[in-house]
């Protein structure tokens, strides 16, 4: 079994900048293999693809994001982190930290990020 926990979330002004953390731990072969993800689910929409830094070809962003989010990863910590600069209302959401291992996903219970106008 596979555990996700994010923190860092809470409320930043518009403009501001915060750091999400996730580290993952459980029985995962090894970390260095499996893509590590951000998504959210923002008022009234469902869950969406944030970021993604996969094992082996880089990384990978939303539009809505990129540019203003970094995500990256140390594999020696098993730990995933979303660096959220120039930050919007819009990106208010809960923010789940996600991986992959042989078809199987594992999300975390999320970290709520608030960004007041």
């Known amino acids: 079994q596979v555990q996700l926990v994010e923190s860092g979330g809470g409320l930043v002004q518009a403009g501001g900048s915060l750091r999400l953390t996730c580290v993952v731990s459980?029985?995962?072969?090894?970390?260095?293999?499996?893509?590590l993800g951000w998504h959210r689910q923002t008022p009234g929409k469902q869950r969406e693809f944030v970021a993604l830094?996969?094992?082996?070809?880089?990384?990978t962003y939303s539009g809505a994001v990129k540019g203003r989010f970094t995500i990256t990863r140390d594999n020696a910590k098993s730990t995933v982190y979303l660096d959220m600069k120039n930050l919007k209302p819009e990106d208010t959401g809960v923010y789940y930290c996600?991986?992959?291992?042989?078809?199987?996903?594992?999300w975390g219970q999320g970290t709520l990020v608030t960004v007041s106008s």
């Open positions: 996600v991986t992959n291992e042989r078809g199987v996903s594992s």
């Open positions: 459980g029985t995962i072969e090894s970390i260095s293999t499996v893509p």
């Open positions: 830094a996969s094992a082996v070809d880089g990384n």
